[in-house]
């Protein structure tokens, strides 16, 4: 069974940091791309970051690229998330998802992600 858990969420006042962690079980993790996505309220889920199987690529969205970074740690079957420099706007529930990859590149479309976390909440105070 697929598991995926997001953690490290909470509160945090604008210009803070946070990071977030997603601890994939059920997978050869290796086998994946990881990517974040945020859904705030009456809003649609964006993809907000991405990590190639291998991480050697990655993607950011414009609105995250220079304050977030994705990393992975294949010992740990870890995803995380370090945001930096946080805006009232980051406020949203954070999601990590897996897709299968058989290549380096990094899946682009929600739909290819098979795998979803529950979620965290991130809320940042102005």
């Known amino acids: 069974q697929v598991q995926l858990v997001e953690s490290g969420g909470g509160v945090v006042q604008t210009g803070g940091s946070l990071k977030l962690a997603c601890a994939a079980t059920g997978v050869t993790f290796s086998n994946y791309a990881m990517g974040w996505f945020r859904q705030a309220p009456g809003k649609e889920r964006e993809r907000v970051a991405a990590?190639?199987?291998?991480?050697?690529?990655?993607f950011y969205s414009d609105s995250v690229k220079g304050r977030f970074t994705i990393s992975r740690d294949g010992a740990k079957n870890t995803v995380y998330l370090q945001m930096n420099s946080l805006k009232p706007e980051d406020t949203a529930v954070y999601y990590c998802?897996?897709?299968?990859?058989?290549?380096?590149?990094?899946?682009?479309?929600?739909?290819?992600?098979?795998?979803w976390g529950q979620g965290t909440q991130v809320t940042v105070s102005s």
């Open positions: 990590i190639s199987r291998g991480g050697g690529t990655t």
């Open positions: 998802a897996a897709a299968r990859s058989y290549s380096g590149t990094i899946p682009m479309r929600r739909y290819e992600y098979e795998y």
